[in-house]
C-alpha cells in the first residue's frame, strides 16, 4: 500500500496494542494520527489492557495526537471516537485513510469516499510488507483477548496469505 496518513480509531489500536503491532502503523502508513477523543477512550488511566502500549507508542510517535478538533459533519450514527476520526480524515483530505473496526464508520467511510482498513488489514499489510514473519500468531494472540474478530473471517485471511 502507499504511504497515507492514517487516522486511527480506539478499536484498532487496542487490538494493535494486544499483538504488539502499533510500531507498524508508521511503517506502513507513514504518519498515524489519532484524535483527543480517541486518545482519551483508550487512555483513561484505569491500566486496561493495551494502555501502557498505546502510551508507548504516543510517546515514542508511533502514533501521533492530532489537536485538531473538526465538528463537522456530524455523523450520528457513529460514537465519538469513529464520528472524530472521520472527520479528521475528511479535514485531512486526499491521501488520508481511517484504520476503523466498526461497520457502521466503514459504511460512512465508504459513503465518503475515504479509503480504510481494519484492524485485520493492518496485520494483513504488516505481513504484506514482512514486518512479521507470519499472520498467524498474531492472530492467535489477538484471539486470547476480548477482540472480536470471527474465525471464519481469520481462516479466509491465512488462506489468502498463504498459511493454510
Known amino acids: 500500500m502507499a504511504k497515507a496518513t492514517a487516522f ?6 487496542i487490538g494493535l496494542a494486544y499483538v504488539g503491532g502499533l510500531g507498524w502503523l508508521p511503517r506502513l502508513y507513514g504518519t498515524a494520527f489519532v484524535t483527543q477523543t480517541v486518545r482519551d477512550e483508550v487512555l483513561p488511566g484505569r491500566g486496561l489492557p493495551g494502555e501502557s502500549a498505546i502510551r ?10 492530532l489537536r485538531l478538533k473538526p465538528t463537522e459533519p456530524v455523523f ?7 464520528a472524530s476520526t472521520l ?21 460512512v467511510a465508504g459513503q465518503r469516499r475515504i479509503p480504510y482498513t481494519g484492524t485485520a ?8 510488507a514482512r514486518l512479521i514473519r507470519s499472520a498467524r500468531p498474531v492472530f492467535e494472540r489477538l484471539a486470547q483477548t476480548d477482540f472480536r474478530l470471527s474465525h471464519q473471517v481469520v481462516e479466509e485471511i491465512l488462506t489468502e496469505l498463504g498459511e493454510r
Open 8 to 13: 486511527v480509531d480506539a478499536s484498532p489500536l
Open 56 to 65: 508507548g507508542a504516543l510517546r515514542r510517535r508511533h502514533i501521533r495526537l
Open 76 to 82: 450520528p450514527e457513529l460514537d465519538d471516537g469513529e
Open 87 to 107: 472527520r479528521a480524515a475528511l479535514e485531512h483530505g486526499d491521501g488520508a485513510l481511517v484504520v476503523v473496526d466498526d461497520l457502521a464508520a466503514r459504511k
Open 121 to 128: 488489514g493492518v496485520i494483513i499489510e504488516a505481513k504484506r
